[in-house]
């Protein structure tokens, strides 16, 4: 999706692949980090992923621990760190994990 202000018109990109629960940050160099349940035609993972808007391509970057399930989750920027968090289970319990993502 595309507009600009005042948003009453929007340009839409169809994407070549199936996501879920995408949740976007836009870094102070104009990057677009992401993350997205992305299926493989088989299934859903959660992936940390750089968004692409001109193309409407993830590429993805890490895959998080959450099983096949996609998750909603948590993104910041500070000091040149983009910070995620998500839930995760593990041996039947449920607990939330914050992963420190350094990017080039």
């Known amino acids: 999706m595309k507009s600009q202000a005042p948003y009453n018109k929007w340009g ?3 994407l070549d692949q199936q996501v879920r629960r995408a949740n976007f940050l836009c870094l ?3 990057r677009v980090i992401a993350t997205v349940g992305l299926y493989d035609g088989k299934k859903f993972r959660t992936c940390h992923c750089e968004f692409h808007p001109a193309t409407g391509k993830f590429t ?3 895959e998080l621990s959450t ?8 993104l910041a920027w500070h ?14 319990r449920v607990s939330v994990h914050l992963a420190e ?4």
């Open 12 to 14: 839409w990109k169809v």
């Open 28 to 30: 102070p160099d104009k």
């Open 60 to 62: 993805e970057l890490i």
């Open 67 to 74: 099983a096949e399930l996609p998750v909603d989750t948590g």
């Open 79 to 92: 000091d040149g760190h983009v910070w995620v968090s998500y839930p995760a289970e593990e041996n039947a």
């Open 101 to 104: 993502v350094k990017l080039r």
